[in-house]
């Protein structure tokens, strides 16, 4: 496994709730214990100039060894799929962003409020990226969608290209006309919102935490008024993935999510709402990463599904909703098949944890 930047705003670098000076920032393979000397902004920019990046922010209850086993697994499935590191690769560099999430199942609203604290560091992150020349797109995940909005309101428009948010932990109508990070989703060219309403973390534990208005989460229902979404933030792609998700984590684990991704980098689709179903390529892809069973992959192959499907008119269904509809997405290009299909190949390599599946919003 190649080593990765980690860029921390932690107190003595894992602390789950200090925060330090600054940014620290340590050059680590992602396969040992977290520890490793630090390295010079000059030299950290120096070595992502110019270059494709991904920023992953991670979201709450991630100690040190949460983190190295997120980011690594994340590292090992992007080059095994091909989404960096090879020939025609989207991608160039990973760099993962860590922030006191917190390690106490009852402690998100001061996780929320660290979260916020956080946003700073990674502006300053995201804005030295920018400053280096580097292409910045944005991973996020539950929690760390707050950290990331709230950074993306302090740094100019255009310095991320693309986020891509899974299961986020803020309210379903914050990136709508009006609210709090409208302004902020519409500084990237493209954002992408992952929910599924088989989220079990985010149906009960956002809803339980959030105890002054009780509301929804983003990454839970998707947008609160998919008509404001559609005329007013055409930039934003709404992906349901209640199919093939039914996890607070699962979206890592998903062929057909890999393989939206493939294609979207390839190919972006001009659908704001698309819904994510098996497909026998899917099946088989989530099979191999996830170690299942030989009746598990006889069932992929026997699968008849019909995929996953985009319809011309499916804005203007989602239009009459208050959620988003039913929409399909378009069934992937070969290319994004093939990066599907090659999750493959992380089988054993990517469901080697140290601490196991354990996950919060």
């Known amino acids: 496994m190649a080593n990765m930047f980690i860029v921390s705003c ?40 110019g270059k494709r990046v991904m920023v992953l922010v991670h979201g709450y209850n991630n100690d040190r060894l949460d983190v190295l086993d997120s980011y690594g697994t994340i590292e ?3 080059r ?26 009852v402690s998100f609203p001061f996780a929320r409020l660290r979260a916020g604290e956080s946003a700073p560091h990674l502006a300053r992150l995201l804005a030295d990226l920018r400053g280096a020349n580097a292409t910045v797109d944005l991973n996020t995940h539950s929690l760390g969608a707050h950290v990331a909005f709230e950074a993306l309101r302090d740094v100019p428009a255009n310095t991320v290209r693309t986020a891509w948010n899974f299961a986020s932990a803020v309210d379903n109508e914050s990136v709508e006309e009006g609210e709090r990070y409208f302004t902020a989703s519409q500084g990237c060219s493209t954002f992408y919102v992952f929910h599924s309403k088989n989220d079990p973390v985010l ?19 998707g947008p609160e008024d998919p008509r404001s979404i559609i005329d007013r933030a055409q930039n934003v792609r709404v992906v349901n ?83 988003p509809g039913a929409a ?11 990066a599907a299909t090659a999750a493959g190949r992380s089988a054993r390599a990517s469901t080697s944890s140290r601490r196991g599946s354990r996950k919060q919003a």
């Open 203 to 221: 149906r009960i534990w956002y809803r339980l935490g959030d105890f002054l208005d009780f509301d929804t989460a983003l990454g839970y229902s």
């Open 241 to 323: 993935c209640k199919d093939i998700v039914a996890s607070h984590g699962g979206y890592r684990s998903s062929g057909e999510v890999w393989s939206f991704m493939a294609q979207e980098l390839a190919t972006p689709t001009t659908a704001q709402f698309v819904t994510l179903t098996k497909t026998t390529e899917a099946l088989r892809a989530v099979f191999r990463v996830t170690g299942g069973t030989e009746s598990m992959r006889m069932a992929a192959a026997a699968s008849n599904g019909h995929g996953a499907r985009r319809t011309a008119g499916e804005s203007r269904k989602a239009a009459g909703a208050r959620r």
């Open 80 to 105: 095994l799929l091909n989404f960096i590191g090879a020939g025609g690769a989207p991608y160039d560099a990973i760099v993962g962003f860590v922030w006191p999430g917190g390690a106490v199942r």
């Open 328 to 338: 399909r997405a378009a069934r992937p290009a070969r290319g994004a098949r093939a």
């Open 76 to 78: 090992r499935r992007m």
């Open 10 to 49: 932690r107190k003595d670098f894992w602390s789950t709730t200090d925060f330090s000076g600054g940014l620290d920032i340590r050059d680590l393979d992602m396969t040992g214990d977290g520890s490793g000397a630090s390295v010079t902004s000059a030299n950290f920019l120096q070595a992502i100039t």
